[in-house]
């Protein structure tokens, strides 16, 4: 395979530990709310969920940003959130308020649902048509929630500020939740192996709320079912990269580094560059960690933010994103400016 050129995936060379320059870069989000080509096709299409399940519409979207921008690497259109939706709870996403999942499992029985794996298959198969429309040389990345941040979701039945009802669940009767997180893990071992079987190149686990967790709690439930899932799926795809992003881990990400198995860390925006670059394994590839509102504000704060991340992991493999996902009211043109001062050769 040649090192260079067009048709090479620059991002994922670097996922498997090779140092570019420039760095390859993609956004989290980056297919969504901010883009008016999405607004338009979201409005026409009605719900989110029906955007999600009409595979053709949920290609184009992934493919949106990849047109208008020419990231390095292409995320997936769905959602974390229709791993319970197979596992059988009911799936809404309400204008204006987010995400509802019913019947909540703080009242409910995991083993009254039931299971609807079939709810998964339009998601494998907008995989199959982006695969097979993608430029050669962008990354193709899948996706699912961690077990952790999914079943905050699952326990309270809607998005919640500090995961209260989870942390107290998970404390007050670990057996039942340990039966929802290995309920979860399981069913994402599967999912994403089908999207790999599909077509992705490399996949991501979103762990939004890890960082509402305690050190022996964020063991139990973060570390050991990334574990897990990373195991099962590098036992079955030894080539296809995992990216763990365990948001507002701080202090934890060298124990989640070490003790996972990921391949590459993605890292937030309250990350220190220079402190992770000094503190992580020298031949971790590391994904981030622009500030989403740096984007938003553009201008020399912009520049400054960039410059600093660049520099820190300037001797290491890097994939420059944000720290979270891109916010709705970021301007195109400074996602442009982005992408022009990586990019300046
Ligand atoms: O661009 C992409 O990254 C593509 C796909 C993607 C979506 N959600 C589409 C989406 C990805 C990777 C996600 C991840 C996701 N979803 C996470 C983890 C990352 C994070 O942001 O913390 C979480 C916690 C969810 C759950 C979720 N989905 C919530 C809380 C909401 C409502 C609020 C919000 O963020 O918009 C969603 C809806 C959702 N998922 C939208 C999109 C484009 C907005 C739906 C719309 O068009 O109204």
């Given at each position: 395979?040649?090192?260079?050129?067009?048709?090479?995936?620059?991002?994922?060379?670097?996922?498997?530990?090779?140092?570019?320059?420039?760095?390859?870069?993609?956004?989290?989000?980056?297919?969504?709310?901010?883009?008016?080509?999405?607004?338009?096709?979201?409005?026409?299409?009605?719900?989110?969920?029906?955007?999600?399940?009409d595979s053709e519409?949920?290609?184009?979207?992934?493919?949106?940003?990849?047109?208008?921008?020419?990231?390095?690497?292409?995320?997936?259109?769905?959602?974390?959130?229709?791993?319970?939706?197979?596992?059988?709870?009911?799936?809404?996403?309400?204008?204006?308020?987010?995400?509802?999942?019913?019947?909540?499992?703080?009242?409910?029985?995991?083993?009254?649902?039931?299971?609807?794996?079939?709810?998964?298959?339009?998601?494998?198969?907008?995989?199959?048509?982006?695969?097979?429309?993608?430029?050669?040389?962008?990354?193709?990345?899948?996706?699912?929630?961690?077990?952790?941040?999914?079943?905050?979701?699952?326990?309270?039945?809607?998005?919640s500020r500090d995961?209260?009802?989870?942390?107290?669940?998970?404390?007050?009767?670990?057996?039942?939740?340990?039966?929802?997180?290995?309920?979860?893990?399981?069913?994402?071992?599967?999912?994403?192996?089908?999207?790999?079987?599909?077509?992705?190149?490399?996949?991501?686990?979103?762990?939004?709320?890890?960082?509402?967790?305690?050190?022996?709690?964020?063991?139990?439930?973060?570390?050991?079912?990334?574990?897990?899932?990373?195991?099962?799926?590098?036992?079955?795809?030894?080539?296809?990269?995992?990216?763990?992003?365990?948001?507002?881990?701080?202090?934890?990400?060298?124990?989640?580094?070490?003790?996972?198995g990921v391949d590459?860390?993605?890292?937030?925006?309250?990350?220190?560059?220079?402190?992770?670059?000094?503190?992580?394994?020298?031949?971790?590839?590391?994904?981030?960690?622009?500030?989403?509102?740096?984007?938003?504000?553009?201008?020399?704060?912009?520049?400054?933010?960039?410059?600093?991340?660049?520099?820190?992991?300037?001797?290491?493999?890097?994939?420059?994103?944000?720290?979270?996902?891109?916010?709705?009211?970021?301007?195109?043109?400074?996602?442009?400016?982005?992408?022009?001062?990586?990019?300046?050769?």
């Amino acid at each position: 395979m040649s090192n260079s050129g067009q048709n090479e995936k620059k991002l994922l060379s670097v996922l498997r530990g090779e140092r570019r320059d420039p760095p390859p870069v993609w956004l989290m989000r980056q297919a969504g709310r901010y883009l008016p080509e999405y607004r338009e096709l979201r409005a026409e299409k009605g719900g989110f969920l029906d955007l999600v399940h009409d595979s053709e519409a949920a290609a184009d979207v992934t493919l949106q940003p990849i047109r208008r921008f020419g990231f390095d690497g292409a995320i997936l259109f769905s959602d974390i959130l229709v791993v319970p939706h197979a596992l059988g709870q009911d799936l809404r996403f309400v204008a204006g308020e987010g995400p509802r999942l019913s019947p909540p499992l703080v009242d409910s029985a995991l083993g009254a649902l039931e299971a609807a794996p079939e709810r998964l298959d339009p998601v494998y198969r907008t995989v199959e048509l982006v695969a097979a429309a993608l430029p050669p040389g962008t990354t193709f990345l899948g996706f699912a929630g961690s077990p952790w941040t999914v079943a905050t979701y699952m326990v309270a039945g809607q998005g919640s500020r500090d995961q209260s009802e989870t942390r107290r669940m998970a404390y007050g009767d670990p057996q039942a939740f340990g039966a929802i997180i290995d309920a979860i893990a399981g069913k994402t071992i599967e999912y994403l192996g089908k999207q790999i079987d599909a077509g992705v190149d490399a996949v991501q686990l979103f762990d939004s709320w890890s960082g509402s967790l305690s050190p022996a709690q964020f063991e139990q439930w973060v570390i050991a079912p990334t574990v897990k899932i990373v195991s099962a799926l590098k036992a079955r795809y030894p080539d296809t990269p995992v990216i763990g992003f365990p948001k507002g881990a701080g202090e934890k990400l060298p124990a989640y580094a070490r003790e996972t198995g990921v391949d590459a860390l993605g890292l937030d925006e309250t990350i220190d560059p220079e402190w992770a670059a000094e503190t992580l394994p020298v031949d971790l590839p590391v994904q981030g960690n622009l500030d989403p509102l740096a984007l938003i504000a553009g201008g020399d704060r912009l520049d400054s933010a960039i410059d600093r991340i660049e520099k820190a992991f300037a001797e290491r493999p890097h994939v420059f994103n944000l720290g979270h996902g891109i916010l709705p009211d970021t301007p195109i043109a400074h996602v442009e400016h982005l992408l022009a001062r990586l990019r300046k050769g």
